[in-house]
């Protein structure tokens, strides 16, 4: 009997353990690029949010067209005084696909200034990228550096596979070079499975109703991509929003659970 009863209270810490690392994900979505529709949907797929990090797609697709940037290794940036530097790793010299490995902020914020308000503001619209909104923090004047940082635009994980399905299908009004470029630089991970991920990270603090940052530094994270194998391609979005502090990055952490998740979703399809 005391074994039964041990057996079953280890289920029910087991279960608890597993939903509560459950609770904190938002949205899982799962889309099929050959028909555009989704495979799997889970949670609260139509909240707005900063797009943080995972921004760094669109703008790497914005920096290849326009030939700001050249391949995966170039052009390489040298970091200077008053760049971004609250992680040590940013502190180098970055090329672009060092900048999408390590989520370098001021590589985003430099290339932005390079292709100016006018064609930044194009490519957003044209990309129909969430909100579309490119004007920055209230009266500060500071969306070509600062939109994307829990600022004006937002975009929900439907909108984010919209734009991963255009990417993927290169149905975006850029060159194939952008394409291809993108593709090249974007940070990878081999499942067992067979599956290829292509896949990007966001971190940022939740925000208050008048926006400010969240008095308990609760974050939210995303992670965004596709999986390929076979030549099939399926896009995939994981939001997650914590409930209390963490330690840890928030994007990190929606990486590994949907690392944990997708090869048993995509052995469905």
């Known amino acids: 009997m005391l074994a039964k009863i041990s057996a079953l209270l280890f289920v029910a810490a087991a279960s608890f353990a597993a939903a509560s690392a459950h609770a904190d994900v938002t949205c899982s979505l799962l889309i099929d690029t050959a028909s555009g529709k989704e495979v799997l949907r889970e949670g609260d797929c139509e909240k707005a949010v900063t797009p943080a990090s995972t921004f760094k797609v669109p703008l790497a697709v914005m920096g290849y067209d326009s030939g700001i940037l050249v391949d995966a290794d170039h052009p390489a940036w040298d970091f200077q005084p008053g760049f971004a530097d609250w992680i040590e790793d940013w502190k180098t010299t970055v090329t672009p696909r060092y900048w999408l490995e390590k989520s370098v902020v001021w590589y985003s914020q430099e290339l932005t200034k390079k292709l100016g308000m006018e064609k930044f503001r194009g490519y957003v619209e044209a990309f129909d990228y969430g909100n ?138």
């Open 132 to 269: 579309k909104d490119v004007s920055g923090n209230p009266g500060k004047g500071d969306g070509l550096t600062q939109a994307w940082l829990r600022s004006s635009l937002k975009i929900t994980p439907v909108q984010e596979a919209a734009f991963l399905t255009k990417l993927v299908n290169r149905t975006l009004p850029v060159s194939p070079k952008a394409f291809d470029m993108t593709y090249a630089a974007m940070p990878q991970v081999k499942l067992d499975n067979g599956w290829v991920v292509s896949g990007k990270t966001g971190t940022s603090f939740l925000s208050n109703a008048d926006g400010s940052p969240d008095a308990q530094k609760r974050q939210l994270g995303w992670y965004v991509g596709w999986a390929e194998k076979d030549g099939r391609k399926i896009v995939f979005v994981r939001l997650v929003e914590d409930k209390k502090k963490q330690k840890t990055y928030a994007g990190m952490r929606a990486k590994k659970g949907t690392l944990e998740w997708l090869p048993a979703q995509l052995g469905k399809l």
